[in-house]
């Protein structure tokens, strides 16, 4: 290139502002590359080879792995690969993402895919141990389970069984047990310790947990299937796509 691209400094070398500018430039011949190779050999009657998808932990395990036995009944070939993720997603580590929106980013291609509400849920032991719910205001009663940290702040919300029906001027609730898992969270509730904020997904439905207080609906939580506008022409990715939403 006739131009420096690297300079020496006392804790090794860097890059030069050319050299920066190289370096973004041969990252995109690369992944353009690897994007074209995966699209040619797609041969035009074979559905086959690695597809490698980015979720949080909660989706992952308990709504993208039981949905996943069809398509992988109807395309044995293909290998798919799940990495899970609480924050921090990375949309060059895979092929797919499924995860809330992600602004600002006008390479990716961001189709809506399902909207979860964030409902209140406690097992049958719980509620005969320590009374049901009538109103909103019987929470301040109970044990309630929370997740630890913020994970609703994506969708405008932090542990929202806290605050729900607290009138302004009133301190928020106090959680009985925390812990950062989702998963955690639903086996917790499941073992009676109190009552949880979880996704209304069909794996939280079907677990045997009671819905309380179900005419309060929570935060929504918009998931979205996620790819780079490069790969549009992917028959994997949009065979994929297909099959998870007409499954949502």
């Not at 301190?171 to 898992?181: F, H, P, T, W």
């Not at 109190?194 to 997904?201: C, D, T």
């Not at 309060?216 to 780079?228: A, H, K, R, T």
Request: proline share 6%.
């Amino acid at each position: 290139m006739k131009t420096r691209l690297l300079e020496r400094t006392p804790k090794g070398m860097q890059l030069t502002p050319q050299g920066e500018r190289l370096f973004i430039f041969a990252k995109q011949v690369f992944e353009l590359t690897d994007s074209f190779e995966k699209v040619f050999h797609e041969k035009e009657n074979e559905i086959s080879g690695e597809l490698k998808i980015i979720t949080t932990p909660f989706v992952g395990t308990e709504w993208l792995i039981p949905n996943l036995e069809k398509f992988l009944k109807k395309f044995p070939d293909v290998n798919i690969k799940i990495l899970l993720r609480n924050d921090n997603i990375d949309p060059a580590e895979g092929d797919v993402l499924i995860c809330p929106l992600i602004p600002h980013q006008p390479h990716l291609i961001q189709k809506h895919l399902l909207t979860p509400k964030i409902k209140l849920f406690a097992s049958d032991a719980y509620l005969k141990k320590f009374g049901r719910l009538k109103t909103v205001d019987d929470l301040n009663n109970h044990r309630l389970i929370t997740y630890r940290g913020n994970y609703y702040t994506a969708y405008g919300s932090t542990n929202w069984i806290l605050n729900v029906g607290i009138k302004e001027g009133q301190a928020s609730r106090k959680s009985y047990l925390e812990i950062d898992s989702l998963t955690g969270m639903l086996n917790s509730a499941l073992r009676g310790y109190g009552i949880a904020e979880l996704p209304n997904l069909p794996t939280v439905l079907n677990s045997g947990l009671i819905e309380v207080l179900p005419e309060l609906d929570g935060p929504c939580v918009e998931l979205y299937y996620i790819f780079p506008e490069k790969r549009k022409n992917s028959k994997k990715i949009n065979l994929l796509f297909e099959y998870l939403s007409s499954n949502e």
